[in-house]
Each structure stands twice: as C-alpha cells, then as structure tokens.
C-alpha cells in the first residue's frame, strides 16, 4: 500500500512506539487512528476483560478512541450486531466463531480468550437433584445452541446414559431424556423461580444471583468438569484485524492487562462493573463478588449437596482469565460440536477438518506480543510452565 506524506505521519501519530512493539510496519498498515473502537456485550461476567479495559482506561492509554460499550440481552442480537458492523470487537461463545466461519463463510477471527471457566449448571432447590442422573424428565435451558454450556451438559447426560431431546415444553417426557431449550441469560432465574424450567447452564452472575437471590443451587461448575476451559472468547472481522493491525494490537494489549488486572483485584473488579459501581452490568456488587471469590470447598466440596465442586485439586478459580487461546481446546470444541444435539443444519461439521479450522479459526500473533508486553505467560493460569502454548485438556464430568 503507498501512502502519502500527510498519511504516513498520521499512522505514525497514532502508533508511535506500539509499531515496533507489534512487529507491524507502518507501510502495511492503515492509519489506524481515525477508526473507533466499538464493543458489544451481554450483561455477564463473560465480558469483564472488555468492561474493565474500558473501564481502566487501558484502551484510551494505547491511543484509541474508544465509544461506550454497548449492552444487548441475547447471543443471536450479539452475533448479528458484529456481523454487519455495529461493533467492531466484541465477545462470543467459542462455537458461534465456529459456526459463523464455517457454515455461513463470515470472516470472524478468534483473537484470544476471553476468560475461562465462570458458568455453572444451576438447578431448582425445591428438588432433589444431586447430578445428572437425576435430570431424567427435566427441562433444562442452555444460552445458545453453538455454546460451551450446550456441549458440557450434553456430555454429561449422556455418560450418565440420559437422552437430550429438543422438543415443546409441552410435550411429555421419557424418565431417559432431558428437554433442552434457548433462553437468554437474563431471563433464566426468573424462569428457574417461576418453576417454569428445573435448571439452566449459563455464564455468571446468574448461577450467583439465583443462589443469593432465590435458593437455588450449583449442581456443577463447568470449570470443574473441563479444567479451565475457555467460553468466550475475543473477535474481530479478518480483514478489519488484517488492515488495522496495529489498532488491533492495542485492543488486545489493553484486553490482556484488563485480565491481569481482574486476576489481581477480583474485589475492585465486582465493583467497577456493579451497579453499586460504573453500571456495565445490572448487578449488585455482593452477587459479583460471588462470581469473583466465591469457590470455598466447604461450601461446594464433598459433604455438599450437590457437590459442585469434585475437583479441588485443579486449583482453579470460580472465573479465570488466561488470553491465550489453546488449540487443543479450539480442536476439542469442534469435534465435541460434531457430537451435540443442536436445532438447525449440522452438516457443515461433518465436513470440517478438525485440525485446520483449530490453525484457521485463530490468529494467536496479537495475543502472544500482548502477553509478553505483561511480563510472560506465567503471570496467568497455566496448565504446562515448561510449554507455555500447549496444553492437554483435562475433563472430568
């Protein structure tokens, strides 16, 4: 690309020192500064790291005009507003990516992790239900079809030799089979208070709020299932990543120590995104604080009931927040998907190789010079110290 003198200086305002740190040269790059970051979000913890860039200053530090996030209440309003530009970063759970990519040819990239683990599979406390082989004839809600929480719990259900069936709440049920349904988060401890459904899967704080707010219970923490697993994860359009590299870098390096930062200060971070605090999200601070510190043993350990928690010694945080987006996982979601009872066209993953959509669904570039910029990536959670970009997936349902 030739640019002109006048061109030239304004790129070179806007990078500065972040080009050489980015390994991007200026002549293949566009003037990034006149662009405006745009973020969507769904009301969850999910998107703390965004929020809390935001909220920090971090995006504005790295030289980038930057609106006010933006609130929506579903994943398909989230999808769609990133798809024909309303927001030009925002998160998703890692099988919408997948699904975009794939079956409808969007160009999405996955970037980074956003967080992991921070969902849980909530159930009415006015049953007895201890695990899954107790979901037999229940009505379950999950947030999305192409979601983590989708997956995990079908999983679950089958070991325990239960069916997923996707039918009318109306319809009768089999002993066997477990009715599977889309709600939006929002709308899932009312519905779990109203006996409408028997539980739900979802990203906090709505497993938090249903337990403070209405005595429902943790029947399991995703995390405890899948050893820090990811859920959403961070996107841009290819081509915008691909022309705004050096505005993309600082997007991610101001995301990156957003989750460092969270990492360090679960409390200050409860607050910022409380409604007692900045307002990102319609929530008191005492349930965030659930979200953030909340994952005692005694409380959801062995005598507990249900024991939420089977693994302690994974050591894991209730949400964690490591960037670096594993292809083992990005592989193990595929191929899980394929296996996922889900409403709508499957047959696009039959045909995907497993192997290369995990090299071209991700650009992991931005996100390994962002975390180097924060000191390496023993500063988060890591499964290997010794091989930092590689990992096993630990599951355990």
């Known amino acids: 690309m030739t640019l002109t003198r006048r061109d030239f200086l304004k790129t070179a305002a806007a990078a500065g020192a972040g080009m050489a740190a980015s390994g991007f040269p200026v002549r293949r790059t566009r003037a990034d500064g006149h662009e405006t970051l745009r973020i969507g979000y769904l009301p969850i913890t999910d998107a703390a790291p965004l929020l809390i860039a935001h909220a920090k200053g971090y995006f504005r530090e790295e030289g980038l005009k930057v609106a006010p996030p933006l609130r929506v209440r579903s994943w398909s309003t989230l999808s769609e507003s990133f798809l024909t530009g309303k927001f030009n970063v925002t998160h998703l759970l890692l099988p ?8 409808n040819g969007a160009p999405v990239k996955v970037l980074a992790w956003d967080h992991t683990n921070g969902s849980a599979l909530t159930v009415r406390g006015d049953e007895e239900i201890r695990g899954f082989a107790d979901l037999g004839g229940k009505q379950i809600a999950v947030p999305y079809w192409y979601s983590m929480h989708n997956i995990i719990l079908q999983m679950g259900l089958k070991q ?7 039918q009318s709440q109306r319809a009768a049920l089999k002993p066997d089979e477990v009715n599977l349904f889309v709600l939006s988060p929002p709308e899932m401890p009312v519905a779990l208070s109203g006996r409408k459904i028997d539980g739900f899967i979802v990203a906090e704080p709505f497993n938090a709020l249903s337990e403070l707010k209405i005595g429902a219970r943790i029947m399991r923490f995703t995390g405890d299932m899948w050893k820090n697993h990811p859920c959403c994860v961070i996107v841009m359009k290819e081509k ?8 993309t870098q600082k997007v991610i390096n101001s995301i990156v120590r957003a989750q460092l930062w969270v990492i360090e200060n679960p409390d200050g971070a409860a607050r910022i995104l409380s409604r007692e605090g900045e307002g990102y999200l319609p929530t008191g601070e005492a349930v965030l604080k659930r ?32 960037p670096y987006p594993y292809p083992s996982a990005t592989r193990f979601i595929v191929r899980e998907m394929r296996e996922t009872v889900m409403e709508g066209d499957m047959a696009f993953l039959k045909k995907l190789n497993i192997d290369d959509a995990a090299r071209d669904l991700v650009d992991d570039r931005f996100v390994k010079r962002a975390i180097e910029a924060v000191g390496g990536p023993d500063r988060f959670d890591l499964i290997d110290l010794e091989h930092p970009w590689q990992r096993e997936e630990v599951i355990a349902l």
């Open 96 to 103: 919408i990516p997948v699904w975009m990519r794939y079956n």
């Open 291 to 322: 979200v953030f510190t909340g994952y005692e043993t005694e409380t959801y350990g062995p005598g507990a009931v249900p024991q939420a928690i089977r693994h302690p010694e994974w050591g894991i945080r209730r949400i964690g927040f490591q």
């Open 240 to 247: 915008f990543s691909r022309e705004y590299a050096v505005f």
């Open 160 to 166: 325990a030799g239960l069916t997923p069936v996707i």
